[in-house]
């Protein structure tokens, strides 16, 4: 996931354009429709309203669209606030502004789109939101390729938008404006393809793809949601963790397979010798002791790791 897993989830409204040129009125609009969302890019929308003073008219009829937005009714406006798709659905010409979308998402942003439905679907403007990336992220993707790991970006973002932060990590692939509950279709298919999948994620909408990977691992800084489906939870927001996780998971499974191997030996070489009166019981007792003393010391070297991102 990318808000809130690779990135610090607190974004900002770094652009806010009218499509009449009215920036204030087309501000206030959307201050509305979020005034009681607590979705970060809506404390991001009413931060930056309270910051010019602008003062947002009240809202009615307010409701999300999972996936694709906000609705709401604004002086007697049906007013829409969404994703590039949810417009696209809704039949809303976006290319007067394409360009500056085009520009703004080059450089990392996400946009988010707001238009009037009442009668014929018209574009009012376009929201862009910076959310900075984890001083952790690059570390993170590199220590996971250094594990033969590949990196999958799946994120509801924009392709234009999740491709720069792809670019500037090194992910492998990535898979932009995924619903919620496609995020989990996604987890499927690479499984289908064969592979062990692990979901990193933070958030109510990755729940269900923390479930279906092989491997969930949810941040400890994110929705209790997102910790109750996943397998794995890391204590502090650091992405760079799971390298971590994988490698002490590793270790682990091959000291459980070095001490039945050695507890194997042992009674391979003990049972046969019993059986025929070549090892005297205080041998053989003498010997089952040091094989618990063996397998219990190989295991205590484990806490000799030292993580790389810890």
Do not use: C
């Amino acid at each position: 996931d990318k808000t809130g897993t690779l990135t610090e989830g607190k974004p900002e409204l770094a652009a806010s354009q009218a499509s009449d040129g009215d920036r204030r009125s087309f501000l206030a609009g959307a201050a509305s429709i979020q005034a009681g969302s607590e979705h970060p890019l809506a404390r991001a929308v009413l931060a930056a309203a309270e910051l010019e003073g602008i003062q947002a008219p009240p809202a009615a009829n307010v409701r999300a669209v999972p996936g694709r937005g906000m609705a709401a009714v604004v002086v007697g406006r049906e007013l829409r606030l969404g994703s590039t798709r949810w417009m696209q659905e809704l039949r809303v010409d976006l290319a007067a502004m394409a360009g500056q979308a085009h520009e703004l998402e080059s450089a990392g942003r996400t946009v988010s789109w707001m238009a009037d439905v009442t009668d014929e679907p018209r574009l009012i403007g376009l929201l862009a939101f910076g959310d900075t990336v984890k001083s952790t992220a690059r570390l993170a993707i590199s220590s996971l390729h250094a594990q033969g790991v590949r990196s999958v970006l799946v994120t509801g973002d924009n392709k234009g938008s999740a491709r720069p932060v792809a670019g500037k990590l090194g992910i492998d692939e990535v898979r932009a404006e995924v619903l919620p509950e496609d995020k989990a279709d996604i987890v499927a298919q690479l499984q289908q393809g064969g592979a062990t999948v692990a979901m990193v994620g933070d958030g109510i909408n990755d729940a269900p793809a923390l479930a279906a990977a092989d491997v969930g691992i949810a941040m400890a800084t994110g929705t209790d949601v997102a910790m109750h489906a996943a397998g794995v939870t890391l204590m502090r927001g650091n992405p760079a963790l799971v390298a971590d996780a994988i490698d002490i998971s590793r270790r682990t499974y091959s000291k459980i397979r070095q001490n039945l191997f050695w507890a194997f030996i042992y009674n391979v070489v003990g049972i046969p010798l019993a059986a025929f009166g070549l090892l005297s019981p205080v041998i053989a007792g003498a010997a089952m002791a040091f094989s618990s003393v063996s397998v219990v010391t190989n295991a205590l070297t484990l806490r000799r790791w030292k993580g790389t991102n810890t």
